[in-house]
């Protein structure tokens, strides 16, 4: 009982250590309650962080969203956070990226690690697909292993740099494909860079350029000159130039090329001089072509005696170029004078001046037009000019090009000329005229004397010599009547002589009847006369012998030419025929060798058929006129 029993100074200690331990649990609540509102702070300052956080932050647990910022309201396609808290992550994650994203929260929560920002591609609410960065970090959730997501859009960037990557493929494929090349040179003139089009252009490999002089394949002769302007350029940043020098092909051969370079060497992307540089041999050789065809033209201008003449259309006209003969032509003192005329002032009557310009606009040139002109002194000449109009890419027409000749002396000679051939022709139609009368005279001579003539074969002599004559008259009648007087169209001839000899022979129409076939055919005299004559023996011929005793029948006549100005001349009967003694090689009667002897004389072939009556074919050629002494 004493031991149970504690003392006052016990109950006192006891009571003191009571107190002491109340003190240390009140300031431990007191701390306690500061700590709490400290974390009460640091949660509230977090939370409002992650609100105005321009990055999206999800909180994951057992893989639900179980916290989500407004930023990652947004992201996820979302209004309010009631949309998105409580969903799986995985519902926002597009299928291609589903297993790493799994994998990744995985390796978090039980690594207590943080992730790094990867991309990947997230699901909206409304199915857009949105890429994005993000990166895990561990957290803990009401007590439980979590994940924090800290995740920003980069779909627009993901744009950005594709289109820059497009953009370089470009670029890359541009200067690799261009007709030029390029290259990048440092301020000591080494090749930092060259365009694989070098290879094409200029016969040798970026390859073997790369990090060598860019002068080391210049022409000797051109070396100082380059020199100096790369010099020059250095001095200049910013600025560019463009030089033209003899570069070595990688064939050996010289080129030239023409280079533009530009200072960048303070520009931070660069540092360089960039140098663009293409081959212009060609166009060096064309402008040099040019060059020396100018040369020639001016110096056939100067020397030519034809006036050569470049003016301005319309009414008036201005010349713009003129060479040393049409200055003369047109007794002008100097060309700067004569330049500063109006091309009006050259013509008898300015408004030819007019026609002659509206006629080379709407037809594109004129040939060999006489135009009435007039000297500086008002002298009167003709002119033969031909012009062409030239046009610009619009098709306005900006000059006339031309040239002009003083044909006053040819078109004296040429009226002259005329007027004696004039003469002429009236001379050789008188002569036809006469030849005419003179075998008609002929003619009626022989009919006078046949009227004494009391034998028959006498007779019949004369009678075929005024057929023959008549012949030959019919062919000077045609001439005399035609505007040639060295052709004559020989079908309207065999027409007309048919129609005498059937006349001449008074033949009945009934009884006999005449059919023609003929085409055109022009035969000179020297020709003609030998066939009219071998018609005349053959048509009478027929006449005479091939009806007797008041037969019926048909005479035919073709003429037609064939090729190579050969000609088929045809008489033909439907009479008794050539009696079997008759040889048309070598026949006894009169008119049968006049025949074979002009036929000869013709150069040609003649068939006789004896079926059906008797036809005559003879192949001529016209004859070639031999010149007389």
Same mark, same amino acid.
């Given at each position: 009982?004493?031991?149970?029993?504690?003392?006052?100074?016990?109950?006192?200690?006891?009571?003191?250590?009571?107190?002491?331990?109340?003190?240390?649990?009140?300031?431990?609540?007191?701390?306690?309650?500061?700590?709490?509102?400290?974390?009460?702070?640091?949660?509230?300052?977090?939370?409002?962080?992650?609100?105005?956080?321009?990055?999206?932050?999800?909180?994951?647990?057992?893989?639900?969203?179980?916290?989500?910022?407004?930023?990652?309201?947004?992201?996820?396609?979302?209004?309010?956070?009631?949309?998105?808290?409580?969903?799986?992550?995985?519902?926002?994650?597009?299928?291609?990226?589903?297993?790493?994203?799994?994998?990744?929260?995985?390796?978090?929560?039980?690594?207590?690690?943080?992730?790094?920002?990867?991309?990947?591609?997230?699901?909206?609410?409304?199915?857009?697909?949105?890429?994005?960065?993000?990166?895990?970090?561990?957290?803990?959730?009401?007590?439980?292993?979590?994940?924090? !997501?800290?995740?920003?859009?980069?779909?627009?960037?993901?744009?950005?740099?594709?289109?820059?990557?497009? #953009? %370089?493929?470009?670029?890359?494929?541009?200067?690799?494909?261009?007709?030029?090349?390029?290259?990048?040179?440092?301020?000591?003139?080494? *090749?930092?860079?060259?365009?694989?089009?070098?290879?094409?252009?200029?016969?040798?490999?970026?390859? %073997?350029?790369?990090?060598?002089?860019?002068?080391?394949?210049?022409?000797?002769?051109?070396?100082?000159?380059?020199?100096?302007?790369?010099?020059?350029?250095?001095?200049?940043?910013?600025?560019?130039?463009?030089?033209?020098?003899?570069?070595?092909?990688?064939?050996?051969? =010289?080129? =030239?090329? /023409?280079?533009?370079?530009?200072?960048?060497?303070?520009?931070?992307?660069?540092?360089?001089?960039?140098?663009?540089?293409?081959?212009?041999?060609?166009?060096?050789?064309?402008?040099?072509?040019?060059?020396?065809? !100018?040369?020639?033209?001016?110096?056939?201008?100067?020397?030519?005696?034809?006036?050569?003449?470049?003016?301005?259309?319309?009414?008036?006209?201005?010349?713009?170029?003129?060479?040393?003969?049409?200055?003369?032509?047109?007794?002008?003192?100097?060309? $700067? /004078?004569?330049?500063?005329?109006?091309?009006?002032?050259?013509?008898?009557?300015?408004?030819?001046?007019?026609?002659?310009?509206?006629?080379?606009?709407?037809? +594109?040139?004129?040939?060999?037009?006489?135009?009435?002109?007039?000297?500086?002194?008002?002298?009167?000449?003709? +002119?033969?000019?031909?012009?062409?109009?030239?046009?610009?890419?619009?098709?306005?027409?900006?000059?006339?090009?031309?040239?002009?000749?003083?044909?006053?002396?040819? &078109?004296?000679? %040429?009226?002259?000329?005329?007027?004696?051939?004039?003469?002429?022709?009236?001379?050789?139609?008188?002569?036809?005229?006469?030849?005419?009368?003179?075998?008609?005279?002929? #003619?009626?001579?022989?009919?006078?004397?046949?009227?004494?003539?009391? $034998?028959?074969?006498?007779?019949? *002599?004369?009678?075929?010599?005024?057929?023959?004559?008549?012949?030959?008259?019919?062919?000077?009648?045609?001439?005399?009547?035609?505007?040639?007087?060295?052709?004559?169209?020989? #079908?309207?001839?065999?027409?007309?002589?048919?129609?005498?000899?059937?006349?001449?022979?008074?033949?009945?129409?009934?009884?006999?009847?005449? &059919?023609? #076939?003929?085409?055109?055919?022009?035969?000179?005299?020297?020709?003609?006369?030998?066939?009219?004559?071998?018609?005349?023996?053959?048509?009478?011929?027929?006449?005479?012998?091939?009806?007797?005793?008041?037969?019926?029948?048909?005479?035919?006549?073709?003429?037609?030419?064939?090729?190579?100005?050969?000609?088929?001349?045809?008489?033909?009967?439907?009479?008794?025929?050539?009696?079997?003694?008759?040889?048309?090689?070598?026949?006894?009667?009169?008119?049968?060798?006049?025949?074979? *002897?002009?036929?000869?004389?013709?150069?040609?072939?003649? $068939?006789?058929?004896?079926? +059906?009556?008797?036809?005559?074919?003879?192949?001529?050629? $016209?004859?070639?006129?031999?010149?007389?002494?």
């Amino acid at each position: 009982m004493k031991d149970s029993v504690k003392t006052k100074a016990q109950l006192l200690n006891e009571l003191a250590t009571l107190r002491r331990r109340k003190e240390r649990l009140e300031k431990s609540a007191a701390k306690l309650k500061l700590m709490e509102k400290a974390l009460r702070e640091i949660e509230e300052h977090y939370r409002t962080l992650a609100d105005i956080s321009p990055h999206s932050i999800v909180v994951l647990c057992d893989g639900k969203i179980v916290a989500v910022n407004a930023a990652g309201v947004r992201l996820l396609g979302g209004t309010n956070p009631g949309q998105i808290i409580g969903k799986p992550i995985l519902d926002f994650v597009h299928p291609d990226f589903q297993e790493i994203v799994k994998k990744r929260i995985r390796k978090v929560i039980k690594d207590q690690k943080k992730v790094p920002f990867h991309e990947q591609k997230l699901i909206q609410l409304d199915g857009t697909v949105v890429d994005v960065e993000a990166a895990t970090i561990p957290f803990t959730y009401q007590g439980k292993p979590a994940a924090q !997501v800290v995740a920003r859009e980069i779909t627009e960037r993901k744009l950005v740099e594709e289109a820059l990557r497009a #953009s %370089e493929k470009r670029f890359r494929t541009l200067i690799e494909n261009s007709s030029d090349a390029l290259a990048l040179i440092s301020s000591s003139g080494t *090749m930092l860079y060259i365009s694989p089009s070098t290879n094409r252009i200029f016969g040798i490999s970026s390859e %073997e350029r790369l990090g060598n002089n860019a002068f080391e394949r210049v022409h000797p002769d051109d070396l100082p000159y380059i020199k100096s302007q790369f010099a020059k350029l250095l001095k200049h940043p910013g600025e560019s130039m463009i030089v033209q020098v003899r570069t070595m092909h990688g064939d050996g051969t =010289w080129h =030239w090329t /023409e280079a533009m370079g530009g200072n960048l060497l303070k520009e931070p992307s660069v540092r360089a001089i960039v140098v663009n540089f293409r081959d212009i041999t060609a166009r060096k050789q064309a402008e040099e072509a040019l060059r020396e065809s !100018v040369e020639k033209y001016k110096t056939l201008t100067e020397h030519l005696n034809v006036g050569v003449y470049r003016n301005t259309p319309g009414p008036l006209g201005k010349f713009i170029e003129a060479n040393p003969a049409i200055v003369r032509m047109f007794g002008y003192d100097s060309k $700067e /004078e004569f330049l500063a005329i109006h091309v009006a002032d050259l013509y008898q009557n300015p408004s030819d001046r007019e026609d002659l310009s509206k006629k080379v606009i709407r037809d +594109g040139f004129v040939k060999n037009e006489e135009l009435k002109l007039k000297k500086k002194d008002g002298t009167s000449f003709v +002119g033969s000019a031909s012009s062409v109009a030239v046009s610009d890419e619009s098709g306005r027409v900006k000059y006339f090009d031309g040239i002009i000749d003083d044909i006053t002396e040819r &078109k004296r000679a %040429e009226n002259q000329i005329k007027a004696s051939l004039a003469e002429k022709e009236v001379l050789l139609r008188e002569i036809h005229h006469r030849v005419k009368n003179n075998m008609q005279i002929i #003619s009626s001579l022989l009919n006078l004397q046949a009227g004494y003539i009391k $034998e028959k074969d006498d007779l019949k *002599m004369i009678k075929d010599s005024q057929s023959r004559i008549r012949s030959m008259a019919l062919i000077h009648e045609q001439l005399y009547k035609s505007q040639d007087f060295s052709r004559i169209n020989f #079908s309207d001839y065999v027409q007309r002589l048919a129609v005498h000899l059937f006349q001449f022979n008074q033949v009945d129409p009934n009884l006999i009847q005449l &059919k023609m #076939s003929l085409e055109d055919a022009f035969l000179d005299i020297q020709t003609a006369i030998p066939c009219g004559l071998i018609l005349n023996e053959l048509i009478t011929n027929s006449l005479k012998h091939a009806f007797p005793q008041g037969r019926r029948g048909e005479i035919g006549l073709g003429l037609h030419p064939l090729k190579d100005r050969t000609y088929q001349m045809i008489v033909r009967d439907t009479g008794v025929g050539l009696s079997p003694d008759v040889d048309v090689r070598d026949p006894k009667s009169f008119g049968l060798q006049i025949v074979t *002897m002009l036929v000869d004389q013709l150069e040609g072939k003649m $068939e006789v058929e004896k079926e +059906g009556g008797t036809t005559f074919k003879i192949i001529f050629k $016209e004859l070639k006129y031999k010149s007389r002494l």
